[in-house]
T-cell receptor, first 112, second 112 residues
């Protein structure tokens, strides 16, 4: 069975500071990895994805993530956050079963 | 058209009511999904349709009945729901199985 762990339920950060949201996964087979963002009362928007190839993936809104197979991690980073980045962030994996398994989510709270 | 639409946005129903949720996409995607998201929790997969055929049913109670009339449309028929079924119901689609999923804004359901 596969699983996704997001250790930090909340991450407070000041505006223009860098941020890292952590994601670790467990799977006995190859995985595809995703980060989605959910703004209040909205659906999920895809930030970025890792399918294969380069382990550093760049996404929308200045976010990037690095796939580390040896550490089974896919941490999300942004060098300088904005107030508008305040949202819930979900890491998810797909083992090719056509079903996404989500982590529990990390609430990013950007403070002025 | 590059989005997934869901109607209605909000729905309040009694436990004896019958209602339906509707999801539509015109991106030519051949896989469609229903997820249930409780407050402050990640989305949980309910059903997957691939090429208009039900391919995954995650042991969902029979009071939820999915239907895929054509490749663009996905319905979720609701009957005799319980208050604990109150949640945000998200629809997603992908070009094919094992490809990136794109989410709609969701229907927020309240069962009284």
């Amino acid at each position: 069975a596969q699983s996704v762990t997001q250790l930090d339920s909340q991450v407070p950060v000041f505006e223009e500071a860098p941020v890292e949201l952590r994601c670790n996964y467990s799977s006995s087979v190859s995985v595809y990895l995703f980060w989605y963002v959910q703004y209040p009362n909205q659906g999920l928007q895809l930030l970025l994805k890792y399918l294969s190839g380069s382990t550093l993936v760049k996404g929308i809104n200045g976010f990037e993530a690095e796939f580390n197979k040896s550490q089974t991690s896919f941490h999300l980073r942004k060098p300088s956050v904005h107030i508008s980045d305040t949202a819930e962030y979900f890491c998810a994996l797909d083992t090719g079963r056509r079903a996404l398994t989500f982590g529990s989510g990390t609430r990013l709270q950007v403070q002025p | 058209d590059t989005e997934v639409t869901q109607t209605p946005k909000h729905l309040v129903m009694g436990m004896t009511n019958k209602k339906s949720l509707k999801c539509e996409q015109h991106m030519g995607h051949r896989a469609m999904y229903w997820y249930k998201q409780k407050a402050k929790k990640p989305p949980e997969l309910m059903f997957v349709y691939s090429y208009e055929k039900l391919s995954i049913n995650e042991s969902v109670p029979s009071r939820f009945s999915p239907e895929c009339p054509n490749s663009s449309l996905l319905n979720l028929h609701l009957h005799a729901l319980q208050p604990e079924d109150s949640a945000l119901y998200l629809c997603a689609s992908s070009p094919g199985p094992q490809e990136t999923q794109y989410f709609g804004p969701g229907t927020r359901l309240l069962v009284l």
